[in-house]
């Protein structure tokens, strides 16, 4: 059979597609199906991603999909099938976690839950065969009883590498991921909401490859020339120390002139591991701060970390030589002005090279998102309103939509001042204008 995947860009298309569709994609081809892939442009009409799936001619389209894309994917699978019979999956955090949204909209016929491999690939064997759909694993069929759940793939590094030509990616930069699952229990986040997800398979949501599976996937991608710097995507790449000093050694031997950037959490980093990372090649590291408040941060998120447990993982950071980028939230529940000050202050205080501000959204699965429902925080009509990271869709009590427009301004101006304190101040008016204006449409578009 013939899949195809669409990503469904929003605001903008980011520089890498989803991961999803290049694991699916790559079991499918192994197992003798055919697979494409296009990106359903922003710019694009309804009416020109139906054609382009008509010349595609697929037996089944699977979308990836965030709750921000989540609208738009409506709107195109909805138009796309009114031309065309061809049935639809939906995957990912958004599907996974609110199923029963997905299959009332128009042109979804299935949802896959979890983890996609296996499951799509007995919906591809079961469409070609003309089998019954209505009791695979993991796949809620429109109409049917929700599925029960296969365990996670065991072993995983028996699935082969990513299908690269569905991540879109550019000029050697390539993205890998070492695990899955998350071990934390923030309440904000998805991630974690996977392992609650399988407990009733009673096998462990986490598993990481091992230090030969990633090693011959770059050592893959460099014999096909495509391998000149390295995001690992892990949410938390530093989770397991052991693990990590060994990559760092055996990635050092082999890989020496690659660069590589992480994600990590600062409870799980200490000085010399940060130096390892730094001699290893690591030249980039992005920190969740999330917010200033330790009480937020604590009684709300469930990260219990302390502000001088920032000042001080920033400071070996920057002293290894990796460059610091933190990400920061605004419009928590129960967070206050005096919170968000808080956040703003930290902000200024850790100068980080770069960092993001994004205003909170409760996605479906989270605990916060079960708080906000039961709260009243949010509105009838969520379900419609886009999760834009600009602006609230929640009634919070304890701060207003102005509250928080005007604290988004502040982060704005404070990452103007940061870029323009970078440039040398021979640079003209119109240099230090221009840098000033990306960083006023960047905030457009976060």
């Known amino acids: 059979m013939r899949v195809l995947f669409i990503e469904v860009d929003t605001a903008r298309a980011w520089a890498v ?21 296009f990106r359903a442009g922003p710019d694009e009409s309804l009416a020109e991603v139906v054609e382009r799936v008509r010349a595609q001619n697929p037996g089944l389209i699977g979308v990836s999909l965030t709750t921000r894309q989540w609208l738009r ?7 796309i099938r009114e031309e065309l019979d061809v049935p639809v999956v939906a995957g990912g955090l958004h599907p996974t976690f609110s199923p029963e949204q997905v299959l009332a909209s128009p042109g979804f016929d299935y949802v896959c839950l979890g983890e996609g491999e296996a499951c799509t690939l007995d919906l591809v064997r079961a469409l070609e065969e003309g089998a019954p759909t209505d009791s695979l694993l993991n796949v809620w069929k429109e109409g049917a009883p929700r599925p029960s759940l296969r365990s996670p793939f065991e072993p995983i590094d028996a699935l082969p590498f990513m299908a690269r030509d569905l991540l879109d990616e550019h000029h050697g930069c390539v993205h890998v991921s070492t695990q899955r699952g998350c071990p934390f229990p923030c309440t904000y986040c998805g991630a974690r909401q996977f392992h609650d997800l399988y407990e009733e398979t009673e096998a462990s949501y986490g598993r990481r490859r091992s230090h030969e599976n990633v090693l011959a996937e770059l ?30 050694r055996v990635y050092r031997e082999e890989f020496p002139e690659v660069g590589f950037s992480l994600h990590a959490r600062v409870e799980t980093v200490n000085e010399r591991m940060l130096h390892q990372l730094a001699e290893a090649g690591c030249k980039h590291i992005t920190y969740g701060v999330e917010s200033g408040s330790q009480r937020v941060r604590t009684e709300i998120m469930r ?34 002005r005096a919170d968000l000050q808080e956040t703003l202050d930290l902000a200024e205080e850790l100068e980080a090279f770069d960092f993001g501000y994004f205003v909170f959204y409760p996605y479906p699965g989270t605990q916060l998102f079960r708080v906000c429902q039961a709260e009243g925080y949010l509105p009838e009509d969520y379900l419609q309103l886009p999760a834009n990271h600009r602006e609230s869709i929640l009634r919070l009590p304890h701060i207003t939509q102005a509250d928080i427009g005007e604290f ?15 440039l040398d101040p021979a640079f003209s008016e119109e240099v230090l204008a221009r840098e000033t204006q990306h960083v006023r449409d960047m905030a457009k578009i976060m």
Not at 234 to 245: A, C, L, N
Not at 312 to 323: K, L, N, Q, S, Y
Not at 408 to 421: H, I, K, W
Request: a neutral charge; hydrophobic letters at 40%; charged letters at 25%.
């Open 219 to 248: 050592r893959q991608l460099r014999q096909e020339g495509e391998l000149a710097y390295v995001i690992f995507l892990d949410d938390t790449f530093t989770i397991h120390h052991p693990w990590v000093k060994e990559f760092c």
């Open 408 to 422: 988004y301004d502040a982060f704005t101006a404070l990452r103007e001042r940061v870029y323009r304190g970078r």
């Open 73 to 79: 994917a409506r709107d195109l699978v909805a138009a």
């Open 303 to 336: 990260r219990p970390v302390s502000n001088q447990r920032f000042r001080d993982v920033f400071a070996w950071t920057r002293e290894a030589g990796i460059m610091v980028t933190a990400n920061y939230m605004l419009g928590i529940p129960g967070e206050t």
């Open 17 to 37: 597609s989803s991961l999803g569709p290049a694991f699916i994609g790559a079991y499918l081809r192994q197992h003798g199906h055919e697979v494409c892939f």
